[in-house]
């Protein structure tokens, strides 16, 4: 039986229960500049890289401005909000507290740098991290696998010897085509579709569920189903 070598959690989500500013802070703007807005965009843009629903705010939302700059602008209010507080998932420091004491950890988000950086500082547990990765590092944000492979070969596993922690529909599907062990924590606001969560090996309620047993039956299920 392989045994687990790393473990890359997601962020948004997972870590920081920031959907609902991302939402807020993209509808609003979107307005503000003279775009539009629909009751899908939110769950349209979750796991896209920053490249990728800056494009999609300025082409299917009609805001008028270049993608990099509605990029900027809407990460420079996200990072207010940050400052502000920083809205942390309960058990989110103890649990990465906990798993990084048997393994090494990266991190796969699809947030910008600027924001990835800024979370785990203010989380104060940016050192627990070996490795992080944004999306818009890669080629493909979420479903894709990019930035789980990216993660992979930055702690040197091999995907099928680590284990992501995941919680929406294109985060678990993502680490299931990258060949990841899956942990999911399905969010509560916006909960991933029926078959996403089948790709999960193991489903837990909550970050406080998160032990190494979780991890290392991850792997294990990944082997059995192969």
């Known amino acids: 039986?392989?045994?687990?070598?790393?473990?890359?959690?997601?962020?948004?989500?997972?870590?920081?229960?920031?959907?609902?500013?991302?939402?807020?802070?993209?509808?609003?703007?979107?307005?503000?500049?003279?775009?539009?807005?629909?009751?899908?965009?939110?769950?349209?843009?979750?796991g896209m890289s920053s490249n990728e629903w800056s494009r999609y705010m300025s082409e299917e939302l009609g805001v008028p401005l270049p993608p990099e700059e509605i990029s900027e602008q809407v990460a420079r209010l996200v990072a207010e909000d940050y400052r502000r507080e920083l809205p942390l998932i309960p058990g989110a420091v103890e649990a990465v507290s906990r798993i990084a004491e048997r393994w090494p950890l990266g991190l796969a988000s699809s947030s910008n740098r600027s924001i990835i950086d800024l979370a785990l500082e203010r989380a104060g547990i940016a050192h627990r991290f070996a490795v992080t990765v944004s999306s818009e590092e890669v080629g493909r944000g979420k479903p894709a696998p990019d930035v789980y492979l990216e993660a992979a070969a930055r702690l040197r596993v091999e995907p099928s010897r680590a284990v992501a922690i995941e919680d929406s529909t294109n985060g678990l599907l993502a680490a299931r085509a990258a060949g990841l062990g899956v942990v999911a924590i399905p969010n509560r606001t916006f909960p991933p579709a029926g078959h996403a969560l089948d790709a999960a090996d193991v489903v837990l309620g909550s970050l406080e569920e998160l032990e190494p047993a979780s991890i290392e039956a991850a792997v294990s299920c990944r082997e059995s189903a192969a």
Do not use: K, T
């Open 1 to 46: 039986m392989s045994v687990p070598e790393a473990v890359i959690f997601d962020l948004d989500g997972v870590l920081v229960d920031s959907e609902q500013v991302w939402d807020r802070v993209r509808e609003d703007f979107a307005r503000e500049q003279g775009g539009r807005w629909h009751p899908n965009a939110q769950r349209d843009m979750m």
